[in-house]
Structure formats: C-alpha cells, structure tokens
C-alpha cells in the first residue's frame, strides 16, 4: 500500500511580514539544503578516503615517481593491483561506486521533504523505510539552532522542534543560515496565534558568499537587533572558568590523584603513575568542550520567548516560547558561596533524542553561573509569563505581566539566604531536626501571587519557583519515622527534570495546608492561563469557562499564612493529626 497524504491544511496567514520563511510556511512541500547529503554523510566518507590515501603514501609515491624505490611489503594490495595491469578496472569500480553513491545521496535528499502549516510542522524522510513526523504548533516546547563547525562553513544550520514527550523531536537538518533564522520567527509567530505579524526594521542583504561567511563567523553570537531583545544577560568567561574549577567533578578528580599518589607511597608501586594520564586526558578534554561550548553564553528577553545562546566555534541557540517552564530553581553549590555565585535550572516538556541534539545546557540549564544580580534580571525575564498572567490576567500587556511577577522575583531575590520564618516562610518544626539535621530552619515554604516557592537545603541551598498553572498534581507522603515525628513531605509535581519541587520534614498540618492550597490555586491559575498561545488577542474555550472566564479579572491572592478553605475533603486519615508513636 501506498502512503498517500490528504490535502495540505490551510496555510497560515500571510498578511503583513511575511519575511524570507514565507514561501517555506505555504502549506506546500519543500526539500532541505542541497548539500544536506553530504553534511550528513559525505564528510565521513571523505575522512575515510583520506585515511586510506594516508596508509597508501609512500606505494603510491614508489609506483609513480621513479627512483623512489624503497622497501617492498609483501601482499600490498595496490602493488598487486599495478603489477596485473587492473588499474583501469579499479579504477572503474570506484567511479561506478561514487555514481551509485551520489544517486543514493540525490534520491534521499529528494525524498526528504517538509511543510509548515498553520497547525502542524511535518517532515518525511527515508528511501526504503519511510518516517513521518509531525509537530503541533501549540504544543512546541522550544526551537532549537544549532551551528556545527562544518556546517557553518558551508552556510547551513540544523534547526530542530522540541516537542513534549520521549524522542518527540522533530529536526530538519540542514537549512541555509538564514532561512534557519527567518524559519524559526515564522514558526513562533504562528505558534503565538499573533493575529497580525509585525513589520521588519530593515532587509538582509549579502556581501557575497565567502564575506557571508566571514561576516558570521566575525559577528557575536547574538545581534539584539535582529531578535528583537529587550534585556540581556551575559555570563562572564573568568567567573565561567572558576566555576568550572570549583565543582564537585573537580573536587573528584583531586581524590583520585590523591589517592593514586597515597598508592604510591605506600606500596611503592609507580606503575600507578599510568593510570593518571587517561584521567589527565579525560579531564582536560571535558573541560575544554564545556568551556568552548559556553562561551558567549547569553539569556536575552524576546517577543517570542527566552533566548538562550552560546558558542564560538559551533554555536547553539534556542528559544522557549512563554509558558514551557514548569520550575525553576535557583541553587547554589557550597564552593560558590564565598563568591556569592548560582545557577538557574528549569524543567522542561521535553526529552530530546531520534538523533536530536541530546544538549542538557540548552534543555535545563538557563544560566550557568551568575551573582544575585545576574538571578534577578533572569528571573525578571522568566516570570512574567508564567507567573504575571495568574495575577493580572491573560490578557495584559508584558509591562502588566512584569507588575504581576514582581512580588515572586522580590521574594526569591530576598529569600536566597533567609532562615526561619523570614520572608513569611513556613519551616520545620523542630523535631524536623531528626531528618534534617542543618536544613531545619532553612525548610520551609510559602505562597506568592501565581506561584508556589519552597526554600530547601543549607549545605547546598536552592530556592525552587513552581508556576501555579504548571502544576500537574500534589502528593502528601508519610514514612513510619515521619509519623512518629508527626511530619510529613509535600511533593508539588510538574514535569520530569532537574529541578525536584519536593519539600521534606514539615509539620504534618502545615503538609495539610500546603497540598490543600497548591491544589485550590492551582486550578484557579489553570482558569486564566493562555501562556500557550502568548500574542493572541483572544483564546478560550465555549462554555461558561472559555472566553468570558479567561478574560475575567484573576482572583485576588490569599495570603501566605492564611488558612485557606478547603476545596474538598481532606485525604483519609488526615483529618487529625495523630500523636507520636500511633499507628493508622
């Protein structure tokens, strides 16, 4: 049978810009680069008849330059080939296999093809065994550009469609540079359900290919510009290499040198000595490709989402719409805190793989290493989707999104170093010392306008923000000694990731308090979110709760220590808290 697709969807609108990707997002087919093939293949065979040609040196030099003559080897295949007159044969042979090969190249690059609608991205690929895959425009979790060495020579990008779930990706390897760039805005525009695309500030224009490729080579890894950014954060290379420096990996590889060297003395065995070079090596390259790849790191705010950038020789750039972030955490590990150094992760929808990139820098980690400062101004661009349309509603302009989220950035800025109740926080009681020793007054939680923040750990602390509209559900655990301590742990689910919204030996009513308020607000953030579509003027459901309830004004936030009423009935078994020792 066959595979026959039906009717191409309607295309997208067209009306105002339609910029460069216009023609690549008319509902019609098109193929990728021209030299897709090769990137993707042809480099390989190239290396390998380049290691072939190296081995046949110096026989290839003794059959053709006369009185090179050197020492012969017995059974070498290119001499025995040249002494029975079958050059020409081989010769033949090779030319008909570069033939067949080039046709295999053009026949998969012309069965490679992909469409963008105003629904769906879709690309089929394959000779023998087709693949087909789609991804729904209100369900992108990022678009991702990568620039490899190679590829960026040649003026091409991969540009790839983060989708939410395992091996979701949809990829399109490779594109021309510019049509990568103008492809991606495109995409996001459609994805937004921005009603009318803004007008470009100006046309690109070459120089001609080889000053192209100069000029892109020579420009930053980021053009404000050209994105449409609006705030920048950048990670400093000196403050990146001390981080790097003072880590735990690090901290490891020091233990085992030590180690080796007590080893040595002790035993007097100095063939130890062997096995510290492959550490040496594999240390030293790993640090090299980290520090190369995060260079020029950059989190720029955008009208399409948060940009994240880095790179020099290959360069890799991604943008998540509003509303892909499910938490965010806010850490910092003990060797930074002399400095006053964090890091900022996320949970995304997300998991990379059909040969998609499996980069965990552009999937989790929103900035590497930065002072209280460089946090505030990441969360400032963060936040305000996320959080500022549960507060002022899903219609307000981002300057109203950034009033909204103000509170939550003020509160995480301020509670990164409190203990105790300061800053409203709920915290361990304290028999919470029984599990947790030096974090007892440091575990706690509390609520801000459109988000739940729960403070955890004093040797490594963290701050975790879970956008109330992103959470999936709330679990209230209790293990036998949290029972007799009357204690309890609250997990605040979302999305696989790093970042883990679970906060541990808290007073068994106040774990009562915080899933039964996680749970009522929740649902009223959920009511108003329309994060997923982020520039369209109007998006709802029929119904009492589509239009009418999105647009109504959010409801007024409770107050952090307030007890809230109930939605329902508490779980079984909680209605009292039972005294230390008793069984249920």
């Known amino acids: 049978m066959t595979f026959r697709p039906g009717p191409p969807p309607p295309a997208p609108p067209r009306s105002g810009n339609a910029a460069a990707a216009a023609p690549l997002t008319d509902g019609e087919w098109h193929r990728l680069h021209p030299l897709t093939p090769l990137l993707r293949g042809g480099i390989f065979l190239i290396v390998v008849l380049g290691i072939v040609v190296n081995n046949l040196r110096d026989t290839l030099v003794n059959m053709f330059i006369p009185g090179a003559d050197g020492p012969q080897e017995e059974g070498d295949p290119v001499r025995y080939v040249y002494e029975h007159g079958a050059v020409g044969w081989v010769l033949?042979?090779?030319?008909?296999?570069?033939?067949?090969?080039?046709?295999?190249?053009?026949?998969?690059?012309?069965?490679?093809?992909?469409?963008?609608?105003?629904?769906?991205?879709?690309?089929?690929?394959?000779?023998?065994?087709?693949?087909?895959?789609?991804?729904?425009?209100?369900?992108?979790?990022?678009?991702?550009?990568?620039?490899?060495?190679?590829?960026?020579?040649?003026?091409?990008?991969?540009?790839?469609?983060?989708?939410?779930?395992?091996?979701?990706?949809?990829?399109?390897?490779?594109?021309?540079?510019?049509?990568?760039?103008?492809?991606?805005?495109?995409?996001?525009?459609?994805?937004?359900?921005?009603?009318?695309?803004?007008?470009?500030?100006?046309?690109?224009?070459?120089?001609?290919?080889?000053?192209?490729?100069?000029?892109?080579?020579?420009?930053?890894?980021?053009?404000?510009?050209?994105?449409?950014?609006?705030?920048?954060?950048k990670v400093k290379p000196g403050r990146l290499i001390a981080s790097m420096v003072l880590s735990g990996t690090t901290v490891f590889l020091l233990l085992v040198v030590v180690a080796i060297i007590v080893s040595i003395t002790v035993t007097g065995r100095y063939f130890l000595l062997v096995s510290l070079f492959p550490a040496v090596i594999g240390a030293g390259g790993y640090y090299i490709r980290k520090f190369s790849r995060s260079l020029q790191y950059t989190i720029a705010d955008t009208r399409d989402g948060i940009r994240i950038g880095f790179g020099l020789v290959s360069t890799t750039n991604e943008t998540l719409p509003p509303g892909r972030i499910h938490a965010v955490s806010v850490a910092q590990p003990l060797l930074w805190r002399p400095f006053g150094w964090w890091d900022v992760r996320i949970n995304r929808a997300t998991n990379a793989g059909n040969g998609a990139s499996n980069n965990q820098q552009v999937s989790s980690i929103v900035l590497p290493v930065g002072d209280a400062a460089d946090v505030r101004q990441v969360l400032e661009i963060i936040l305000p989707t996320l959080v500022g349309s549960a507060v002022v509603g899903p219609s307000a302009s981002m300057d109203r999104l950034r009033e909204g989220s103000a509170e939550a950035v003020s509160v995480v800025d301020d509670s990164l170093t409190t203990t105790g109740g300061q800053g409203g926080f709920t915290h361990s009681p304290r028999r919470g010392r029984w599990l947790r020793p030096f974090s007892a007054r440091r575990n706690g939680y509390r609520f801000v306008q459109g988000a739940v923040l729960l403070r955890l750990g004093a040797v490594w602390r963290s701050l975790v923000v879970v956008p109330l509209p992103r959470v999936q559900s709330v679990k209230v655990s209790q293990g036998p000694l949290e029972r007799a301590l009357r204690l309890a742990t609250v997990h605040v689910q979302t999305v696989s990731g790093p970042v883990n919204a679970t906060v541990g030996a808290i007073d068994a009513e106040d774990a009562q308090g915080l899933w039964a308020e996680t749970a009522r607000l929740a649902v009223e953030a959920a009511v108003t979110d329309t994060s997923h579509r982020w520039r369209s003027g109007a998006f709802g459901t029929s119904g009492p709760s589509g239009l009418e309830a999105r647009h109504a004004p959010a409801p007024p936030p409770a107050e952090p220590q307030a007890a809230a009423p109930w939605p329902h009935e508490p779980p079984v078994g909680w209605g009292e808290v039972p005294p230390a020792g008793a069984a249920r």
């Open 92 to 233: 033949l042979g090779i030319a008909g296999f570069l033939v067949v090969l080039i046709g295999l190249f053009y026949l998969s690059w012309r069965m490679h093809e992909f469409r963008v609608t105003g629904e769906i991205v879709e690309v089929r690929s394959g000779v023998l065994f087709r693949n087909h895959r789609k991804a729904r425009l209100d369900r992108i979790q990022g678009i991702n550009i990568t620039r490899p060495l190679v590829p960026r020579i040649f003026g091409t990008a991969k540009l790839e469609i983060a989708q939410a779930g395992n091996d979701a990706n949809v990829q399109l390897a490779y594109l021309g540079a510019t049509a990568a760039d103008d492809l991606r805005q495109r995409i996001l525009v459609l994805a937004s359900g921005a009603q009318e695309e803004e007008a470009e500030s100006g046309e690109r224009h070459s120089n001609g290919v080889v000053q192209d490729r100069v000029n892109e080579f020579l420009s930053p890894e980021l053009d404000p510009s050209a994105v449409h950014a609006t705030r920048i954060v």
